[in-house]
């Protein structure tokens, strides 16, 4: 097994960032960026498996998520797209290849509206689409969210859409969920984290993917409980030198329910286009 080491990076308000870094020093960084509740932990199905193909794989946990300090009140989209650039920054990154899990994509993409693609190299969004308003022009977003109810969709919690796989039937996958999932936040939402995902739902990262001028690849999983698989094309679409690709019998956590699968399209990617 690989081994791992643990640092830290503090942001310029003084917020505590929890890294693990794991695989050769020597090897191009892979940034881990995870998802709304989170923690880095939840990469567990990637690490390994980049770290032995060689990456240096950094696997962060955000401000109010894993190991770092509960969620304070105002924190946005773009403080998380900044906490990425002080990651990329203080680590001394380059030319990394980072990858979003849902709001993680997000975070991505945050930060290349702020900085552009400094110090990254590709970029890869697990399953989130770039605006998850549904309007006439781009119906790719969350299910039942439209202009009628923009203001109350999310006012309490992550709206139950009805589609996908229920929990109970997914057998095997459900396990991976558990596993990589556990300990990774609880299931109630504070105040804070109420504030953080309507400023999420509520932004339009389009312009942001349009601007990337570095490889990128959106995956989708195609039994998505939250919007659908189309958003991977028409993601892809908008970048320059965008690709996609969707995983059948995959939900929402598309790189822990079919993890393996994940892992080939990820890394056969990557490879056909030299970034090892």
């Known amino acids: 097994m690989t081994a791992s080491e643990r640092t830290t990076v503090t942001t310029d308000d003084g917020v505590r960032l929890d890294v693990t870094l794991t695989g050769p020093p020597e090897g191009r960084p892979v940034v881990l960026v995870a998802g709304f509740k989170a923690a880095a932990r939840s990469w567990v ?6 770290a032995e193909a060689g990456y240096r794989v950094v696997a962060v946990d955000l401000r109010g998520h894993g190991t770092t300090e509960p969620l304070q009140p105002g924190v946005t989209m773009d403080l998380r797209g900044r906490d990425v650039g002080a990651v990329l920054d203080q680590l001394d ?4 290849v980072v990858i979003g899990g849902s709001m993680g994509a997000s975070t991505i993409w945050a930060r290349i509206a702020q900085e552009g693609t400094d110090r990254i190299a590709a970029v890869v969004s697990a399953d989130q689409t770039p605006q998850m308003l549904n309007t006439s022009e781009w119906p790719h ?7 009628s109810n923009r203001d109350t969709y999310f006012a309490e919690r992550i709206p139950q859409t009805g589609v996908g796989t ?6 095997v996958r ?15 939402i504070s105040p804070a984290e109420l504030e953080l995902l309507n400023d999420h739902a509520g932004r339009d990262w389009r312009p942001a993917v349009a601007s990337c001028d570095v490889p990128v690849l959106v995956v989708a999983g195609a039994e998505s409980e939250f919007w659908p ?8 679409a908008l970048a320059p030198r965008g690709h996609s690709t969707v995983i059948e019998r995959d939900g929402h956590a598309v790189n822990i329910e079919q993890h393996r699968e994940f892992n080939r399209r990820v890394l056969g990617w990557l490879f056909t286009r030299g970034l090892v």
């Open 45 to 50: 199905f990637q690490v390994p498996v980049f």
């Open 93 to 96: 990154l380059r030319d990394a």
């Open 141 to 147: 977003g969350f299910y039942g969210y439209d202009e």
């Open 166 to 171: 229920p929990m109970w039937r997914r057998g």
């Open 174 to 188: 459900l396990l991976r969920l558990v596993r990589a999932m556990g300990g990774g936040g609880g299931f109630g």
């Open 229 to 236: 698989a189309t958003h991977a094309a028409a993601t892809a």
